[in-house]
């Protein structure tokens, strides 16, 4: 089971630093984060030299970052708010090279994967889609079952705001409503053959989450990894 963490910090130099320390997923965040194009494509290359696979968070609804992501050499794409079978499949298509989608041929990856990257492609790259929105919930089972959609990536806060719920973690987790939905999730995409996946807060939540029956499971982020151990160790420091 694949073991990732999130990229915020727009430098390659982290990049390679999280792929030298063994996670296996490196997705960096262009939705949420201040990552450009050309540094993506330094960091998603400076993580696969490690042997980590780096994934892309595309922005929500805009089905030509994702062909653009996998071209600039992403082992897989993270795609926000797939709300619809409509935005669903529009994402697959980009995502995959005919006949099963309409991704055009171009950028350097033969240099990177090999000349046959065309043909190992569909099968080598990942499409998670998120499940973050209770319309999207309700729409799983016909999500989970396109071609082209190789998985699920959970989003635990949007998908609780959308049911009326509390932002705050440890009100959701506990609430009903969300626990229901999450199963469906994981259950629909089991189902389907495909992997779900989910971000995690703790070892024990990983724990949790691993038995639940998710099968790609990421652990917060590199700026979590520096506030966390920067703020302890300063308190610890001030102690003394």
Known sequence: MPIGIWQSIPHPMISRYLGQMGWDWIILDLQHGSINWETAYECIHAARTTGARALVRTSVGNSGEVEKALDLGAGGVVVPMVNTLATATA??????????????LGGDNFLHYGADYFEKANDDTLLLVQIEHIDAVNQAETIMS?????????????????????????????????????????DTTLAAGKMPCC???????????????????????????????????LAMLKEI
């Open 199 to 233: 971000n995690t807060y703790s070892p024990d939540d990983f724990a949790a989450q691993k038995n639940a029956g998710f099968q790609g499971i990421t652990m917060k982020s590199d700026l979590d990894l520096l506030l966390d151990r920067g703020t302890n160790l």
């Open 91 to 104: 994402v697959a298509h980009a995502a995959k090279y005919p006949p099963m989608g309409v991704r055009s």
């Open 146 to 186: 396109l071609p082209g959609v190789d998985g699920c990536f959970v989003g635990p806060v949007d998908l609780a705001i959308s049911l009326g719920i509390s932002r705050h973690r440890e009100t959701y987790e506990q609430h009903p409503d969300y626990q229901s939905a999450l199963q469906k999730v994981i």
